[in-house]
């Protein structure tokens, strides 16, 4: 596993004189040279829209143990990439772990309390725990940049449920082992391999959680 946080983020930031040319022709001529920029433009990466649904041919892409006493708070899905964060029931402990499309572990990073999860374009993701949050790399987990907690592209929880909003499940249904997903062209049903506790839709798929193995299934 690799992909620690490192200590502190490496975050990457002509004037011309003109002797000839008053000063506010100059100011006129430099700002002519410049690109408009829209009011609260910025560099920052936009976070990814509404992932897409489970297909309706999804079946059973991969399975993962998680240790005794962890269980996993926020999934996303990046490409293949599906990232995960767990706590640990004991304590605030939390683990955020990153599975290729095989369900080998790409890399592992910890927080601080439940971190929520959010994908920042096609080959990123913001984490977001109590005290902090931080973008890396879903490919090996290094760290693009580091912000505050409130960061406005968090995810909110639920107060009430405790359950990450947004989490893409308000279109999956689960009875026993059926999970039906109502999308826009008509309802349809997956077979699961096993009744799930949770359910989390990530992009092009489900992650559903099994509390009495402690094992989280990936269907796509």
Known sequence: MSGG????????????????????????????????????????????????????????????QLAEDWSPTHAVAVGDVVVVSSSWEIDEGTEITAYDADGAVLW??????????????????????????????????????????????CPVADDDAGIPVPRNDEAYRVAGTVLTVDSPDGSYEIELEEPPSEIWGVDRGVLTFIDETDTLHLYR
């Not at 374009?121 to 505050?148: K, M, N, P, R, Y």
Request: hydrophobic residues 40%; negative net charge.
């Open 5 to 64: 946080r490192p200590g502190n983020a490496v975050l990457m930031r002509s004037r011309s004189l003109t002797a000839l040319l008053p000063l506010a022709a100059l100011a006129l001529a430099l700002s002519a040279c410049q690109d408009p920029e829209p009011d609260g433009a910025d560099d920052t990466p936009d976070v990814a829209g509404p992932p897409a649904l489970v297909a309706e041919d999804a079946t059973l892409a991969w399975s993962a």
């Open 108 to 153: 592992q990073q910890s927080g601080y309390g439940g971190a929520l999860l959010a994908p920042v374009g096609d080959d990123q993701v913001l984490i977001c725990d109590f005290e902090e949050s931080w973008t890396v790399s879903v490919d090996d987990g290094d760290v693009v940049d580091e912000g505050d907690a409130d960061d406005s592209r």
